[in-house]
């Protein structure tokens, strides 16, 4: 059975401050998804991480895949308020016709000013 | 282009009872997925629905149930409430089983 952990589950941050959110999963999946949710609202997807070495970059936020250690990282550059949210990592199993995704619990993430 | 919509956005209801939630999928698409959102929690896996076929399923005990239909707009069926049933319902549709996923904004279901 996949398991997704990501640590950690609470991040306090102050603004314009660094920091990394680590996904590690079980076992060999063929994508993974970075999401972010708002209280109370649905998930947004920020990144698709389709290959080993995949790296991509939105704003202050950088997702990366290492598919041979079965780690994601999420990283925040000069966190900013408007960041303060949750983010969830996915993970899809390769092969078969289940194309289920598979959660972390979540980073809390808060940016104090 | 319209995006996944689901209805209600909040109900209540009492233990044993049953309800039904629903999901319309984004135009084009002909897959949808439901998830458990339990507070705290990340979400997780009821079912799929590929073109009406129920396409794999997760670790939820058949008292939960669901419809796909031919505009590919889909049902959660739930029966015999428990509390533990409490939690948001999120569906998420896709143009394919291999495609993105893209989530509703979800039903907040609470059990008393």
């Known amino acids: 059975e996949l398991k997704v952990e990501q640590n950690p589950l609470f991040l306090s941050m102050q603004e314009g401050k660094n920091y990394t959110i680590y996904c590690n999963y079980s076992?060999?999946?063929?994508?993974l998804y970075w999401y972010r949710q708002d209280p109370g609202k649905s998930l947004e997807s920020l990144f698709v991480?389709?290959?080993?070495?995949a790296v991509k970059q939105e704003g202050r936020l950088m997702a990366s895949l290492d598919t041979k250690a079965r780690l994601s990282t999420l990283h925040i550059t000069a966190a900013v308020h408007d960041l303060s949210a949750t983010y969830f990592c996915a993970v899809r199993l390769s092969g078969g016709s289940n194309y289920k995704l598979t959660f972390g619990k979540g980073t809390l993430l808060t940016v104090n000013p | 282009e319209t995006g996944v919509t689901q209805s209600p956005t909040h109900l209540i209801k009492t233990r044993g009872q049953q309800v039904t939630l629903r999901c319309s999928s984004q135009?084009?698409?002909?897959?949808v997925s439901w998830y458990q959102q339990a507070l705290g929690q990340g979400p997780q896996f009821i079912f799929q629905?590929?073109?009406?076929?129920?396409?794999g399923r997760g670790n939820f005990p058949p008292r939960f149930s669901g419809l796909q239909f031919p505009n590919y707009s889909s049902e959660l069926n739930v029966n015999a409430l428990e509390l533990d049933d409490s939690a948001r319902y999120l569906c998420?549709?896709?143009?394919?089983?291999?495609?993105?996923?893209?989530f509703g904004p979800g039903t907040r279901l609470t059990v008393t």
């Open positions: 629905y590929y073109r009406e076929e129920e396409n």
């Open positions: 991480l389709l290959s080993n070495g």
């Open positions: 076992t060999t999946s063929d994508r």
């Open positions: 998420a549709s896709s143009q394919g089983e291999d495609y993105e996923q893209y």
């Open positions: 135009s084009g698409h002909n897959t």
